[in-house]
């Protein structure tokens, strides 16, 4: 029953595996079984060195169920990356109590794992398996980290310490949940510390979105002059005659970027704010020539001083923001319109 469940839950396709095998058998007919294996598992994305896989693969050869081949513990080593890509997509679905390292590692044990490891000894290793063998192999089954032989060895002689094969008289005591937590615990944990870390990381984005957002909100209650410049800008440089109706669709512009129909403002909220904006963008599209010309404190003047029976007007009051607009833009108008006439006499 479980091998069943297993093979479904965590398929592959072992008629293309054997095919793909066969070639490469076929590729190196003259090396051994262990290169071979190793080789395949290399074109399968598996370990980054032959010398190590083929170290590896010998070690557990003689550990092999009767009737089974390195070919089968290859393929079961395929299969394992497709359990660790389902326990990886489980963590990023889960949330664990903070500061909590050993929840995610038995979680991730008891749903994926236990049945997996009893398939794996039924189906694939004899009975006098050693639990520290099997642990080392969990380690290399789940990770991506390959250490070479010399590491490989010093790995194994702290597993023995680690997972010990324990006997009461003749008969084996189960170890398996110290077995698996033994060989899968650092990888777990790992995995998950990538998942908080992907988290934070997407979080940082969202408040990142959120703050630009906000920023657009913003700048959509700006001062907008970008038209004018480029009007001013053709003006001083190919000295095109620009249409009545063309300035005031631009001030039209730069003043519908703050007012807003429906929201009440008073004079002394916008006043410097829309001056400095104003003069910031005519000077902005003047040449060089004309920058040194018309300063940005002279035309501030000029300006102050046009805006003067606006400011006796409506300095106490507060009026919509559509009030303001037709209040302000034949004013602007006006004095843009005189400012050009006074730039295509210089």
């Given at each position: 029953?479980i091998k069943?469940e297993i093979e479904?839950?965590y398929?592959i396709?072992?008629?293309?595996?054997n095919?793909?095998?066969?070639?490469?058998?076929?590729?190196?007919?003259s090396h051994?079984?262990?290169?071979i294996?190793?080789?395949?598992?290399?074109?399968n994305?598996?370990?980054?060195?032959?010398?190590?896989l083929t170290?590896f693969l010998?070690?557990?050869?003689e550990k092999?169920?009767?009737?089974?081949?390195?070919?089968?513990?290859?393929?079961?080593?395929?299969r394992?990356?497709?359990?660790?890509?389902?326990y990886k997509?489980?963590?990023v679905?889960?949330?664990?109590?903070?500061n909590?390292?050993?929840l995610?590692?038995?979680?991730c044990i008891?749903?994926?794992f236990l049945?997996y490891?009893?398939?794996?000894?039924?189906?694939?290793f004899?009975?006098?398996?050693?639990e520290h063998d099997?642990?080392?192999?969990?380690h290399?089954f789940?990770t991506?980290?390959?250490e070479?032989?010399?590491e490989?060895?010093k790995?194994?002689?702290?597993y023995?310490n680690?997972?010990?094969?324990?006997?009461l008289g003749?008969?084996k005591?189960?170890?398996r949940i110290?077995?698996?937590?033994?060989?899968?615990s650092?990888i777990i944990?790992?995995?998950?510390?990538?998942v908080?870390?992907?988290?934070?990381?997407?979080?940082?984005i969202k408040?990142?979105?959120?703050?630009?957002?906000?920023?657009?909100?913003?700048?959509?209650?700006e001062?907008?002059g970008?038209?004018?410049?480029r009007?001013?800008?053709s003006?001083c440089?190919?000295k095109?005659e620009?249409?009545?109706?063309e300035?005031?669709k631009?001030?039209a512009?730069?003043?519908?970027?703050?007012?807003?129909?429906?929201?009440?403002?008073?004079?002394k909220?916008?006043?410097?704010?829309m001056?400095?904006?104003l003069?910031?963008d005519?000077h902005?599209?003047?040449?060089?020539?004309?920058?040194?010309?018309y300063?940005?404190?002279?035309?501030?003047?000029?300006?102050?001083?046009q805006?003067?029976?606006?400011?006796?007007k409506g300095?106490m009051?507060k009026l919509?923001?559509?009030?303001?607009k037709?209040d302000?833009?034949?004013?602007?108008?006006?004095?843009?319109l005189?400012?050009?006439?006074?730039i295509?006499?210089?």
């Open positions: 029953m069943r479904q839950l398929k396709d072992e008629k293309k595996l095919f793909f095998y066969k070639r490469v058998k076929n590729q190196f007919s051994s079984q262990e290169e294996t190793a080789r395949f598992l290399l074109n994305s598996i370990g980054n060195s032959i010398k190590y170290f010998k070690k557990y050869e092999l169920k009767k009737g089974k081949t390195l070919t089968h513990l290859a393929f079961e080593w395929i394992a990356q497709e359990i660790r890509l389902s997509k489980y963590l679905r889960t949330n664990y109590p903070e909590d390292n050993d995610p590692v038995d979680d008891f749903k994926f049945d490891d009893e398939y794996l000894r039924f189906n694939l004899n009975e006098n398996i050693k099997v642990s080392l192999l969990y290399h789940f991506n980290f390959i070479s032989s010399e490989l060895e790995l194994e002689s702290k023995v680690y997972s010990p094969t324990l006997f003749n008969k005591i189960s170890t110290n077995t698996l937590r033994t060989g899968l650092s944990k790992a995995d998950y510390t990538d908080l870390k992907s988290r934070r990381e997407q979080n940082t408040k990142e979105l959120f703050s630009k957002k906000n920023n657009k909100r913003l700048l959509a209650c001062f907008n970008s038209l004018l410049e009007l001013i800008k003006y440089i190919a095109t620009i249409l009545e109706k300035i005031e631009a001030v512009q730069f003043l519908t970027g703050y007012f807003k129909f429906g929201s009440f403002y008073e004079l909220e916008f006043e410097s704010l001056k400095e904006s003069i910031r005519i902005s599209g003047l040449t060089e020539k004309y920058k040194r010309i300063r940005k404190e002279t035309l501030l003047e000029d300006l102050d001083s805006l003067k029976h606006i400011r006796e300095a009051k919509d923001g559509l009030a303001w037709n302000l833009q034949p004013v602007l108008t006006a004095w843009l005189k400012f050009l006439k006074k295509i006499c210089n």
